[in-house]
Nanobody, 116 residues
C-alpha cells in the first residue's frame, strides 16, 4: 500500500500562485500515473489534472492554461504548479490514482484558499 501525503497549500489572493506537492514512493506510479483532485466546500471531489507514466498530461477545463502537473518518479513525488489562482480554486487538494483505477488510501489533502 502507498501512503500519499499532500502539502504546499495556503491562503492566497486572486492572481497569486502556489505549488502543491504529493509524496509517496516510486510505487505510487504503479497504477498508470497520478492525478490531482480537489473538493470545495459542499461539493463533490472533482478531477484537476493527470500525469501518466509516460509523461502525458490531461487537465480539467477549469484549470487549463493555469495549472501544470509534473512528476519526479525517482523521488516518488508529483507536483501541481498553480498560477493565476481564482476564488473558485478554493478547496482541499488530494492526489491519487487516475479516475477509473483502484485508489491508494486517500491522504489528508492540503487546503487551498483563494480570497481577497
Amino acid at each position: 500500500q502507498v501512503q500519499l501525503v499532500e502539502s504546499g497549500g495556503g491562503r492566497v489572493q486572486p492572481g497569486e500562485s502556489l505549488r502543491l506537492s504529493c509524496t509517496g514512493s516510486r510505487s505510487m506510479f504503479d497504477r498508470e500515473g497520478i492525478a490531482w483532485y480537489r473538493q470545495a466546500p459542499q461539493k463533490q471531489r472533482e478531477f484537476v489534472a493527470i500525469i501518466g507514466n509516460g509523461g502525458s498530461t490531461i487537465y480539467g477545463d477549469d484549470v487549463k492554461g493555469r495549472f501544470t502537473i509534473s512528476a519526479d518518479k525517482a523521488r516518488g513525488a508529483v507536483y501541481l504548479e498553480m498560477t493565476n489562482l481564482k476564488p473558485d480554486d478554493t478547496g482541499v487538494y488530494y492526489c491519487n490514482t487516475p479516475p477509473g483505477f483502484r485508489t491508494w488510501a486517500w491522504g489528508q489533502g492540503t487546503q487551498v484558499s483563494v480570497s481577497s
